[in-house]
Every structure is written in structure tokens, then in C-alpha cells.
């Protein structure tokens, strides 16, 4: 964002997964148009939206013509094989959105897809340096589902729909979410009848996934003053929810400035790349406690990877063996018809097989290279080497990757 003379005197964030699968989705056309309606009359006006699962330029452009009055500036990002389903929406001139100079403040928002308690969301807040806004407002809010072992642990019931709104910040699986609904209750609504649920039964399964994470400028001008879920309202003509998620929405509000260096220009990043170039000593030492989980995370993954790999290559050797065999029997089949049966068998199994063979041999195989890397440099994080394969080795010690069938 570019700097401003006239800082503003709050900022109005909001991050919704939109749910915009092409040929997937249900009624997703409705539906992102009348999310677009929704941004565009939001009280408070949004200033920064972070949009997830928006895949089709159609609907980028349906949000962006209702939005640009408030919203002037967008941008649809196109990364991706597919698409990378990302949007921003801003009241100011986007310039960059990846890279963030230290110092400026900082904003991380999306759907992270983990809990409170999960791992990486204390790898984002120690390594990262920001911080998750909603614990910030609420640090009594839950860590996840009723049956997450992290919120068993705190003993706490079950908590209600409306609860889980206000207090938790429960933005996916919510009882109050019509597509979280039984398949017969939702053709029951799309019929047209009245379907309602009272918003003190129990909800168990609701969680948190999408954030706003956060860190103020060197100066701390900007402070957390409110957070909420929002998007709760259904279509006005269809009766479903908006998305299968909630938006989370935030408000900074800017603090009284304590001396001439608060008075400075105004810059916002919006960022989930970019670390910090040194760690403070609390950070070092949750990193330090996160070191053994990682590793062992990495050790779990990279077995299953093998063992998917092995999975690939047998597929490849058995195609190749099955079309062996298919053109060997051509010579022996007594009619074209058959002939023709057999070589098309021979043919679509090959071709299935030279793609588990390109997964298995190429793909996988430089997956687990990039996490062979990616485990030395977390055993450098915590001082110590660990192997990829189970048992010890002494220190500096490299565990060899073997090709193919190791």
C-alpha cells in the first residue's frame, strides 16, 4: 500500500472463503453476487477484504461491480495451475501484497485451514511475528471442535451456536451454516420451507479456520479494537448461507500518537510470507518447543510419500506388464472387434500408468527432496540433527535418500 500523509483513523478488515468452485459449488453464481452486495453495504465500510475460493473471473467481476465504490482497487490473482482463488480488495492503490518491509504494519488474513491448536498456527505466531487477532480480544476461546484433544483438555462444555460466534469465533461447520445441514434439511430449504435453528443448541463441531493476524508498525499506532464473525445472513431469495464458511472481520483503530515518531506516514502490508529477520528470545524458545513435533511431522509425511511413491510405480510396472500382454494377444485374437477391445484396454491402461509412473518417479521423488531440505533446516532451528529414518544417528550425520524403491 502506498504511504498516506493522513493516516485513517481506523482500519475495517474482512476475510471470507467465498466457496466458488466452478461445477462444484451450489448455486455459486447467486451466491458471490450477493456476497459482493453484502461487502458493498457492510457497516462498518470495509478498507482491506481478502477473498478465498473466488476461481471464476465471472464472479471476480460480478464482486467488483458492486464493491468498487467503496473498493476501488482489486486485484484477482492468477498464480495456480487453476487459479489460485485469491482476491483483494482495497480503498487504497495495491502495489505489492507478498513482500513486507520490517517496521510497516502488518496484516495476514485467509482461511488457514487448522485450529487454535494446531501446530502450525504456533509457527505462524512465533515464527512470523504477528499475532492471531481474535485471541488477542478473546483468549479464552476455544482451541477447536468439542472432540479436539487440546479443548477436551480444558474442560469446558459444549459450547451453543451463538456462543460459538461471539466467544469462539467459530467461522466452518457452524449449526447455523446451512450447508453444514443434512442433505435432507437443505432440499428441504431449497424447496422454499422455512428452516430455522435456535441458536442455543449445542454445536460441537464448529470450529475456527479462517483468521486476521496481525502486527502493529514500529510506532504501535494501530490497535485491535474489535473482531467479530460476520456473513451470517442467508440469500434473500434462496435461504442458504452466503458461503460454507463465515467472514472474520476486524477493526484497527489508531491509538493517540505518544510522540512526533507516530506521526509518520501510513503504510499497510498485507502478507502470510514474509518473517522477520531476527526472533525475539520468547519466540526462539516456542520455536525451540516446536522443533521435535516438526520433525516428527516430517518424518510421518515423508513415509507416507514413500509409500505412495511405491503405490505409483507398481501401478506403472503393471500397466507396462498389462500392455505387454495386451500386444502379445493382439497376434492371437481372431477378430478385428476383438482386436480392437484388447489394444484399447493396452492403451488406456498404459497411458494411466506412464502418469503414476511421472508422479511416482518425478514428482514425489522432488517432494521429498524439498523435504529432505526443509527437515535440515528445522534441525539447524533446534541445534540438534535428526534422521528422516527412525533410530539415531550421531551428529552431522546425513540420512541418505535412496531412489526409487527406497
Not at 467488483?64 to 495451475?81: A, E, M, N, W
Amino acid at each position: 500500500m502506498p504511504n498516506l500523509s493522513n493516516p485513517p483513523e481506523a482500519i475495517n478488515i474482512l476475510t471470507l472463503n467465498c466457496w466458488g468452485l466452478k461445477y462444484i459449488a451450489k448455486l455459486r453464481t447467486q451466491r458471490l453476487d450477493e456476497i459482493g452486495r453484502r461487502i458493498a453495504a457492510a457497516i462498518p465500510t470495509p478498507d482491506i477484504v481478502g477473498l478465498q475460493e473466488c476461481w471464476c473471473q465471472a464472479d471476480y467481476q460480478a464482486i467488483r461491480l458492486h464493491t468498487k465504490s467503496v473498493l476501488p482497487y482489486g486485484k484477482f490473482y492468477h498464480s495456480g495451475i487453476f487459479g489460485s482463488g485469491l482476491v483483494i480488495l482495497s480503498q487504497w492503490p495495491i502495489e505489492e501484497s507478498s513482500a513486507v518491509e520490517r517496521g510497516h504494519l502488518v496484516i495476514g488474513l485467509g482461511d488457514f485451514n487448522m485450529v487454535p491448536s494446531s501446530l502450525a498456527h504456533r509457527l505462524i505466531e512465533s515464527y512470523a511475528g504477528v499475532k492471531d487477532v481474535w485471541r488477542i480480544l478473546h483468549p479464552d476461546s476455544s482451541l477447536g471442535p468439542a472432540d479436539n484433544e487440546a479443548e477436551k483438555l480444558c474442560g469446558k462444555p459444549i459450547p451453543h451456536a451463538a456462543y460459538n460466534l461471539q466467544e469462539n469465533g467459530v467461522t466452518c461447520d457452524s449449526l447455523l451454516n446451512t450447508w453444514r445441514w443434512t442433505k435432507k434439511d437443505q432440499k428441504r430449504l431449497l424447496k422454499g420451507e422455512n428452516a430455522t435453528v435456535d441458536s442455543h443448541t449445542a454445536d460441537p463441531n464448529g470450529k475456527r479456520l479462517d483468521y486476521i493476524f496481525y502486527h502493529p508498525s514500529s510506532t504501535n499506532e494501530y490497535r485491535i479494537s474489535s473482531a467479530r464473525v460476520g456473513m451470517t445472513q442467508r440469500h434473500p431469495s434462496l435461504g442458504c448461507s452466503l458461503s460454507d464458511h463465515f467472514s472474520v472481520e476486524a477493526t484497527l483503530s489508531r491509538a493517540a500518537p505518544h510522540d512526533e515518531a507516530a506521526q509518520g506516514s501510513f503504510d499497510v502490508g498485507i502478507s502470510s510470507t514474509q518473517l522477520p529477520a531476527t526472533l525475539s528470545s520468547s519466540s526462539r524458545d516456542v520455536l525451540q518447543s516446536l522443533v521435535s513435533p516438526i520433525l516428527k511431522l516430517i518424518q510421518s509425511y515423508a513415509l507416507r510419500q514413500r509409500h505412495q511413491r511405491r503405490l505409483f510405480l507398481s501401478h506403472f510396472l503393471l500397466s507396462l506388464l498389462i500392455s505387454i500382454a495386451c500386444s502379445t494377444g493382439i497376434w492371437w485374437s481372431p477378430r478385428g472387434r476383438s482386436s480392437f477391445v484388447i489394444a484399447l484396454i493396452s492403451t488406456l491402461h498404459l497411458s494411466a500408468g506412464v502418469i503414476s509412473g511421472l508422479i511416482g518417479g518425478l514428482f514425489i521423488g522432488s517432494e521429498l527432496r524439498a523435504l529432505k531440505e526443509f527437515e535440515w533446516e528445522i534441525q539447524n532451528v533446534g541445534g540438534r540433527r535428526h534422521p528422516f529414518n527412525t533410530g539415531e544417528k550421531e551428529q552431522g550425520e546425513e540420512t541418505a535418500l535412496k531412489d526409487i524403491f527406497d
